[in-house]
């Protein structure tokens, strides 16, 4: 049987029409809140176009027809059956002090992971560099890190005179903050190679950071390096390993392990972590890049390196609180209240 | 759902209703790519001017022209991370580049795209670009039964081809013309009885898209699809006397798509 095509579309089409109509209010409009009436008329009508694209792939093969049916079902399917919160204004003192904390605490062991296998890179690092004096080329082929360490800070601490970062610092600043952003992206994203792109990026930046402290330490330079480093790498760092916590995130949510989910669910259970952990990390970055601008590159007799050490270490300390505290309590509530609707 | 690799993304409702999405191959993405690369080519030079056009005036203060180059980096660096970004969700999975290739970014399951999804798609990226221009990408892109690079994999999204949907304009190649078969409802009834959908769609096919057919060919195909249709129901000869194979079509489309009680009520005699 070959339905009547022209009747129907006489008969069908204003009703087409509505649910259109109504699919785009709503997609124009985030804030959009659909009354009782409303979603009771939107489930008749997506019912009533499911049905009619039903008939026409069974009745008559009219395919203009049937795409244009189809693509007004899956729109009105992706309303009705979304079970996710529908974002509507983004809260970011909010998201920073309550959501960020929250997802970084959720993941923890991740980020444990990341601290293990960094520190594993910075021990490879020390013991290469301390072992093998040409390691320090291969290792840290970065300007300002070849030379050696006792006539840097000879150096540095000699400019006492003039501001040498005149007229520079912002630019420093941007320039940290891009860099440092794009490395954090990059140690998230080659997560999806199951995790091992993640731990490769993060082994590295152990060992570079190893073989630098390494280098300082052996010629007597302690106070400097952790003068230099402590200002802006009490941020930095943990940001990079906040990175790397998201990178092993995403490389366990392929993998699997003992979760029952799906590969599908499993990511897109951790997909809004993912994003708040990589938001967090830009935020602290530019804090860090800012930091190592108009701070980090100063050295006694400009700024004393108490002072700085100090600095950091309250930075540091900061920080760790506000990980393991922040936006806890309304963690647990939300916790309590999921468990409850449950 | 199929394991085998389509260009059809088939979503089932809980209703039982299928609905099929039109999956965008490898290198119509990679056109649309190219668009948008260079729509933030044009947005960065755009930027150079502006800050060069104030940077004329802010050169005689150190301060001003360090903060300004500042924030042309930041800037640059904003573009090309957000680009795809902000358009994605404020153009409802399209950008300027898939927007004129007639592409869209959906969420695998049909559902509503998310922000997250279409951040974590786009700052994947940065794993399928390696080594260069999108290489493990464009491979994960072939080997994908969805045609999904890793980014729309870890995002659980699809890029999926938007055509312009028309309903069919049935007036235009049916109303107002007069069919010698309504004199024989017994025969295209038998006719209705024997004729599959698919015959029936390439008939109507043939005739919304005639106008399109070079005059040999359209004359050929015409006379292919009558000759099937004879086969199927005989008329009598009064019944087809003088008329085209593209009437002869048209009259079968007619009688088909038409039931007997609208074709008595709108037949002019």
């Given at each position: 049987?070959?339905?009547?095509?022209?009747?129907?579309?006489?008969?069908?089409?204003?009703?087409?029409e509505e649910?259109e109509k109504?699919?785009?209010?709503?997609?124009?409009d985030?804030?959009?809140k659909m009354?009782?009436?409303?979603?009771?008329?939107?489930q008749?009508?997506?019912?009533?176009?499911a049905?009619?694209l039903?008939?026409?792939?069974t009745f008559?093969?009219?395919?203009e027809?049937?795409?244009?049916?189809?693509?007004?079902v899956?729109?009105?399917y992706?309303?009705?059956?979304e079970?996710r919160?529908?974002?509507?204004?983004?809260?970011?003192?909010?998201?920073?002090?309550?959501?960020f904390?929250?997802?970084?605490?959720?993941h923890?062991?991740?980020f444990?992971v990341?601290c293990?296998?960094?520190?594993?890179?910075?021990?490879?690092?020390g013991?290469?560099?301390?072992g093998?004096?040409?390691?320090?080329?291969?290792?840290?082929?970065?300007p300002?890190?070849?030379?050696?360490?006792?006539?840097?800070?000879?150096?540095?601490?000699?400019?006492s005179?003039?501001d040498?970062?005149?007229?520079?610092?912002?630019?420093?600043?941007s320039?940290?903050?891009?860099?440092n952003?794009k490395?954090?992206i990059?140690?998230?994203?080659?997560g999806?190679?199951?995790g091992?792109g993640?731990?490769?990026?993060?082994?590295?930046?152990?060992?570079?950071l190893?073989?630098?402290?390494?280098?300082?330490?052996r010629?007597?330079?302690?106070?400097?390096l952790?003068?230099w480093?402590?200002p802006?790498g009490s941020?930095?760092?943990?940001a990079?390993?906040?990175?790397?916590?998201a990178?092993?995130?995403l490389?366990?949510?392929l993998?699997?392990?003992?979760?029952?989910?799906?590969v599908?669910?499993?990511l897109r259970l951790?997909g809004?972590?993912l994003?708040t952990?990589i938001g967090?990390?830009a935020?602290?970055?530019?804090w860090?890049?800012f930091?190592?601008?108009?701070?980090?590159?100063y050295?006694?007799?400009?700024i004393?390196?108490?002072v700085?050490?100090?600095?950091?270490a309250?930075?540091?300390?900061?920080?760790?609180?506000?990980?393991i505290?922040?936006?806890?309590t309304k963690?647990?509530?939300?916790?309590?209240k999921?468990?409850?609707?449950? | 759902?199929?394991?085998?690799k389509?260009?059809?993304?088939?979503?089932?409702?809980?209703?039982?209703?299928?609905f099929?999405?039109q999956l965008a191959?490898p290198?119509t993405?990679?056109?649309?790519?190219?668009?948008?690369?260079?729509?933030?080519m044009?947005?960065?030079?755009?930027l150079?001017y502006a800050?060069s056009?104030?940077?004329?005036?802010?050169?005689?203060?150190?301060f001003v022209?360090?903060?300004l180059?500042?924030?042309y980096?930041?800037?640059v660096?904003a573009?090309?991370?957000?680009y795809?970004?902000?358009?994605?969700?404020l153009w409802r999975?399209?950008t300027?580049g898939k927007?004129?290739?007639r592409?869209?970014v959906?969420?695998?399951?049909?559902l509503?795209l998310r922000?997250?999804q279409?951040?974590?798609r786009?700052?994947?990226?940065?794993a399928?670009?390696?080594?260069?221009?999108?290489?493990?990408?464009?491979?994960?892109?072939?080997i994908?039964?969805r045609?999904?690079?890793?980014?729309?994999?870890?995002?659980?999204?699809?890029?999926v081809?938007?055509p312009?949907?028309?309903?069919?304009n049935l007036?235009?190649?049916?109303?107002?013309?007069?069919n010698?078969?309504?004199?024989?409802?017994h025969?295209e009834?038998?006719?209705r009885?024997?004729?599959?959908?698919?015959e029936?769609?390439?008939?109507?096919?043939?005739l919304?898209?005639?106008d399109?057919?070079e005059?040999?060919a359209?004359?050929?195909?015409?006379?292919e699809?009558?000759?099937?249709f004879?086969n199927?129901?005989?008329?009598p000869?009064?019944?087809?006397y003088?008329?085209t194979?593209?009437?002869?079509v048209?009259?079968?489309?007619d009688?088909?798509f038409r039931?007997?009680?609208?074709a008595?009520e709108?037949?002019?005699r």
């Amino acid at each position: 049987m070959i339905i009547d095509l022209q009747r129907f579309l006489k008969e069908e089409r204003p009703y087409w029409e509505e649910l259109e109509k109504l699919l785009d209010t709503v997609a124009a409009d985030m804030t959009f809140k659909m009354g009782l009436d409303q979603a009771r008329r939107l489930q008749y009508l997506y019912e009533r176009t499911a049905t009619d694209l039903s008939k026409l792939t069974t009745f008559a093969s009219e395919p203009e027809l049937r795409h244009y049916l189809e693509s007004l079902v899956g729109r009105a399917y992706a309303e009705i059956h979304e079970e996710r919160n529908r974002t509507r204004w983004f809260a970011p003192f909010d998201w920073f002090f309550s959501t960020f904390p929250c997802a970084v605490r959720k993941h923890a062991w991740a980020f444990g992971v990341a601290c293990l296998i960094t520190l594993a890179g910075s021990i490879f690092g020390g013991f290469a560099i301390s072992g093998d004096k040409e390691a320090k080329d291969v290792l840290m082929p970065f300007p300002g890190l070849d030379i050696d360490p006792g006539k840097r800070v000879e150096r540095e601490e000699k400019l006492s005179d003039a501001d040498r970062l005149a007229g520079m610092k912002a630019q420093g600043t941007s320039f940290y903050f891009t860099h440092n952003t794009k490395v954090s992206i990059m140690t998230m994203a080659v997560g999806v190679f199951w995790g091992i792109g993640t731990v490769v990026l993060l082994f590295y930046n152990g060992v570079i950071l190893g073989a630098v402290c390494v280098d300082y330490i052996r010629a007597g330079e302690s106070v400097f390096l952790v003068g230099w480093l402590l200002p802006h790498g009490s941020v930095e760092i943990p940001a990079i390993l906040l990175a790397g916590q998201a990178g092993l995130v995403l490389g366990a949510a392929l993998i699997g392990g003992k979760d029952r989910n799906s590969v599908r669910g499993r990511l897109r259970l951790i997909g809004p972590d993912l994003v708040t952990l990589i938001g967090g990390v830009a935020l602290m970055l530019a804090w860090a890049g800012f930091v190592e601008a108009f701070l980090s590159q100063y050295h006694e007799p400009i700024i004393p390196y108490a002072v700085k050490i100090t600095f950091g270490a309250i930075e540091l300390i900061c920080l760790t609180l506000f990980l393991i505290f922040a936006g806890r309590t309304k963690g647990l509530f939300a916790r309590r209240k999921g468990r409850g609707a449950a | 759902m199929n394991r085998v690799k389509s260009n059809v993304l088939d979503i089932r409702t809980p209703e039982g209703i299928v609905f099929s999405l039109q999956l965008a191959g490898p290198v119509t993405r990679f056109l649309a790519w190219g668009i948008d690369f260079a729509a933030t080519m044009v947005l960065v030079l755009m930027l150079t001017y502006a800050i060069s056009f104030f940077a004329i005036f802010g050169a005689f203060l150190l301060f001003v022209g360090d903060w300004l180059a500042a924030f042309y980096a930041v800037a640059v660096f904003a573009i090309n991370t957000g680009y795809n970004i902000l358009l994605e969700w404020l153009w409802r999975g399209q950008t300027l580049g898939k927007r004129l290739l007639r592409l869209s970014v959906m969420d695998a399951q049909g559902l509503r795209l998310r922000f997250d999804q279409i951040v974590i798609r786009n700052l994947l990226r940065a794993a399928d670009m390696l080594p260069a221009l999108y290489l493990v990408g464009g491979i994960a892109c072939l080997i994908s039964r969805r045609s999904q690079r890793l980014g729309d994999f870890a995002a659980n999204t699809v890029v999926v081809r938007t055509p312009k949907v028309l309903t069919p304009n049935l007036d235009q190649i049916l109303a107002g013309k007069y069919n010698s078969f309504r004199d024989y409802p017994h025969i295209e009834a038998r006719l209705r009885q024997h004729i599959s959908p698919e015959e029936a769609r390439i008939a109507l096919q043939a005739l919304v898209r005639r106008d399109a057919l070079e005059p040999q060919a359209r004359v050929e195909l015409f006379s292919e699809i009558a000759a099937h249709f004879r086969n199927l129901a005989k008329f009598p000869e009064e019944a087809t006397y003088a008329i085209t194979d593209e009437q002869y079509v048209r009259n079968v489309v007619d009688a088909v798509f038409r039931s007997q009680k609208a074709a008595s009520e709108k037949s002019p005699r």
